[in-house]
């Protein structure tokens, strides 16, 4: 397929690069515009300067950018010079009111969007094994999942506009707790003066088991937290969420208080963190 990909950070950048390694046609856009030059020479890709020059003409306008205005303006510039008929995919988790927006927006111009964030982070774009939650026309995802095969092994529609940010939502309400769990535990297990990869080895087997466990025990023990998903990125993930509950009236205390817990984080300097650092604020008291 002709593709756009715009977005060529640490996520967008290794699964347009998959596109490239796939056989398709693909052109990056960055806003650092020597960085989508750096992504082309290295892959084989192409380069466009603006936003308009990447989506000429393009059957599939891929994107992973940063916020809801991002969104915003990169589809709103791309739509006019897009392929009619041409499916716009959305990796970016924004709120589910974005989505809504630009599909109607789409839809206006003869095109179709389709929101799909996705989980598993950067060694899951790097290795092409993300999981895909997708929101939109389910003819217009059909369209265009051979091409997100290139970097996904499961690409599941969730039903309309909006609903893979939402499932999105689900599985960052799931990742606050047991991430805050496991630094509980960490935590609980230095206290309790127990060498903590054997306590690792003794509960990981078992019903505590999970992949945060098998991940990030061990370096979340010696305080090392350069492993991942960003504190900051999780901070927005979660107000995202946190609005989406004040809208529909989800109770969702514990993610509110693990949220607070990640300020704490932010306050400790740990922006960049990996999420497994829920466990240096605890560390930070002992």
């Known amino acids: 397929m002709k593709i ?32 989508a030059e750096a992504w082309a020479a290295a892959t084989g890709g192409k380069a466009a300067a603006t936003v308009a020059e990447a989506a000429q003409g393009v059957e599939l306008f891929i994107l992973c950018v940063g916020n809801d205005d991002d969104v915003r303006a990169v589809v709103t510039d791309a739509l006019p010079h897009l392929a009619q008929g041409a499916v716009i995919v959305d990796h970016t988790t924004t709120s589910a009111k974005v989505a809504r927006e630009m599909a109607e927006l789409a839809q206006g111009q ?29 003819e217009a995802l059909a369209t265009a999942e051979p091409a997100l095969k290139a970097y996904s092994k499961a690409i599941k529609h969730m039903g309309p506009a909006g609903s893979g940010q939402l499932t999105k939502m689900v599985n960052q309400i799931a990742i606050a707790g047991v991430v805050q769990g496991l630094a509980e535990a960490v935590h609980f297990a230095q ?32 305080g090392e937290f350069e492993f991942g998903f960003a504190v900051d990125w999780m901070r927005k993930d979660l107000g995202l969420v946190l609005d989406e509950a004040r809208s529909n009236g989800a109770r969702l205390s514990l993610t509110a208080l693990v949220d607070q817990f990640y300020a704490e984080v932010q306050a400790l300097g740990g922006n960049r963190w990996d999420t497994s650092s829920l466990a240096a604020r605890l560390q930070s008291r002992d």
Do not use: C, I
Request: aromatic share 6%; proline share 2%.
């Open 4 to 35: 756009a990909f715009a977005g060529l950070g640490v996520m967008g950048a290794p699964m347009a690069r998959h596109l490239v390694e796939a056989g398709h046609d693909v052109t990056g856009f960055n806003r650092t515009t020597t960085k």
């Open 110 to 138: 003869g095109r179709h969007f389709v929101d799909a964030p996705v989980s598993g982070g950067q060694a899951g774009a790097e290795n092409g094994q993300l999981s895909v939650m997708a929101g939109g026309d389910a």
């Open 191 to 222: 206290v309790a003066g127990l060498d903590t990869d054997a306590a690792y080895e003794a509960v990981s087997k078992g019903a505590a088991q999970s992949w945060q466990m098998d991940n990030r025990w061990k370096t979340a023990a010696k």
